[in-house]
């Protein structure tokens, strides 16, 4: 275990590995060696570049706190996030598509009842949300958990706000009905940029990126017996939708959002005047 270089450092650290116990972390550190030399011989830094590589993964994680996860955030700008989501939803046949779950989840939110109001200020266009949970066959599932959450008309998060769990807003847990429908009231959300005010926003600027997320309503569905399905749903005609930062954009996700001209929506939900409907449908399929 000595006199190395370019050249054989590689095979020796392999080799270090050969006394590995379980044979899933031998795997996963043969490959992150294998790959990580692979990088460092094709990009060859400086040592000043290579400390500012570090410095910029430790400052990523002095960023993280609990309420921002910069790791995320790099995870996502680099489209690892949505990699790593495409290889963990390999669903068959007609299932609703999947994308990342984004840093602004939060669990256990509010309890809500069908056709309630998730937005506690309500300013903003408003806006009802209108669809069906169905197995692949077309079949209903009732008591589906709908899980949703959204950015409001500035496009900010509650919890960027620094509200407690107690003053939540845009966001909410509600059932589907015995015909597996749901529907609640919000507003319309606005496109907005992840947080660029850290080392994940100066790696986007130096690559000349725009830090930009198109407008979108969350979504995490689930039922017993049933695949999670943890999507978004974006808004037709964004000017992002073609160039979302964390590349989770999908053709199938996309609903056009319409205006409602009567007092009833096609559902048959009583609306206010002008309000915008954003209408979509999932398909859970059955856990294997």
Same mark, same amino acid.
């Given at each position: 275990m000595r006199n190395f270089n370019e050249d054989n450092i590689t095979s020796a650290v392999l080799a270090s590995l050969s006394g590995c116990r379980d044979e899933r972390t031998k795997q996963i550190s043969e490959a992150l060696v294998r790959h990580l030399h692979a990088f460092v011989k094709e990009i060859e830094p400086t040592e000043a570049e290579w400390s500012r590589a570090i410095a910029l993964l430790t400052e990523t994680g002095q960023m993280c706190s609990q309420t921002r996860q910069e790791f995320i955030l790099l995870s996502d700008t680099l489209g690892v996030s949505m990699l790593v989501d495409a290889i963990n939803h390999r669903f068959p046949g007609n299932a609703t598509e999947t994308t990342v779950l984004g840093p602004f989840y939060v669990e256990q939110a509010r309890d809500f009842e069908l056709g309630a109001h998730i937005a506690s200020a309500q300013d903003g266009t408003p806006m009802i949300v209108e669809g069906n949970v169905r197995d692949s066959r077309g079949e209903p599932i009732a008591g589906a958990l709908i899980e949703t959450w959204h950015a409001d008309d500035h496009g900010l998060y509650d919890v960027q706000r620094g509200t407690d769990k107690s003053a939540l807003n845009l966001r909410a847990r509600l059932r589907t009905d015995e015909a597996g429908r749901f529907w609640y009231r919000s507003i319309v959300p606005a496109a907005y940029p992840v947080p660029s005010d850290g080392p994940v926003g100066r790696m986007l600027d130096a690559q000349g990126r725009h830090p930009f997320r198109p407008a979108h309503v969350h979504f995490k569905v689930s039922a &017993?017996?049933?695949?999670?399905?943890?999507? =978004?749903?974006?808004?037709? %005609?964004?000017?992002?939708?073609?160039?979302?930062?964390?590349? %989770?954009?999908?053709?199938?996700?996309?609903?056009?959002?319409?205006?409602?001209? %009567?007092?009833?929506? &096609?559902?048959? =939900?009583?609306v206010e005047p002008a309000t915008a409907l954003l209408a979509y449908d999932f398909v859970l399929p059955r856990q294997r």
């Open positions: &017993p017996g049933f695949e999670t399905i943890v999507t =978004h749903v974006f808004i037709a %005609g964004d000017a992002y939708l073609d160039s979302d930062v964390v590349f %989770g954009v999908k053709d199938a996700l996309i609903a056009q959002l319409e205006s409602i001209e %009567g007092r009833m929506s &096609p559902a048959g =939900h009583a």
